[in-house]
């Protein structure tokens, strides 16, 4: 099966800075990978996804970048927030596929 | 607010004992999945129903069980518990079985005691 590493398991910043967290997967197969944040008492948020026939997307401040042959994944938060402190998780899911794998998350603090 | 609901918020419970947990996807939704969040083990993925149909099904433990009714809601079924079942329980939704992005609800706090 699936199996997504998610590194790293926490990461503190200065507001302003940039913070990168990455996954791998193990499934040539999977071709959807999302990213969530969850707050502290929430259930996880979409924040953005990327799909396999696309090799970086950007929504204002975050960015994913992807690399197939690698079997990695990117995510790219600019310009850090305190709001930005949250558990970021990564997961990767295969077309038609119900089943998500996520990876461990990472807590993300943002020190002002 | 995802529009995804889940009761209850929090359950205490016994060593043995059974209880239910409800979702109810967001309008319009058809698929439901639900997943098992525990400090250890971070995410893991249970079960799927779509339009009532299991559709897919993850690291279910056979104590476990799930249903989706017709009016879409859908209830996990967790038995004979044990102290290592304690963890948050999300309930997620999505249009149909074709479409990416998933829903999350607030979440179910399950303490075994």
């Known amino acids: 099966g699936e199996n997504v590493e998610q590194h790293p398991s926490t990461l503190s910043v200065q507001e302003g800075d940039s913070a990168v967290i990455k996954c791998t997967y193990s499934?040539?197969?999977?071709?959807?990978f999302p990213w969530y944040k969850q707050e502290l008492g929430k259930g996880p948020q979409l924040i953005i996804d990327?799909?396999?026939?696309?090799g970086e997307k950007k929504d204002q401040r975050i960015a994913v970048t992807l690399n197939k042959t690698a079997k990695h994944f990117s995510l790219h938060i600019t310009e850090t927030q305190p709001e930005d402190s949250a558990v970021y998780f990564c997961a990767a899911r295969g077309y038609l596929e119900g089943k998500s794998t996520f990876g461990d998350g990472t807590t993300l603090t943002v020190k002002p | 607010d995802s529009g995804v609901t889940q009761t209850p918020k929090h359950l205490i419970t016994a060593t043995g004992q059974r209880v239910t947990l409800r979702c109810s996807p967001r309008?319009?939704?058809?698929?439901v999945y639900w997943y098992q969040q525990s400090l250890d083990q971070g995410l893991q993925f249970l079960i799927q129903?779509?339009?009532?149909?299991?559709?897919a099904k993850g690291n279910i433990l056979e104590r476990f069980s799930a249903q989706q009714f017709p009016d879409l809601h859908s209830e996990l079924n967790l038995s004979s518990l044990e102290l290592g079942d304690s963890a948050l329980y999300f309930c997620?939704?999505?249009?149909?079985?074709?479409?990416?992005?998933?829903?999350f609800g607030p979440g179910t706090r399950l303490t075994v005691l």
């Open positions: 499934d040539s197969a999977s071709n959807y």
């Open positions: 997620a939704s999505s249009s149909d079985v074709l479409v990416d992005e998933q829903f």
């Open positions: 990327i799909r396999s026939n696309v």
């Open positions: 129903y779509y339009n009532g149909e299991e559709r």
């Open positions: 309008s319009g939704d058809l698929s």
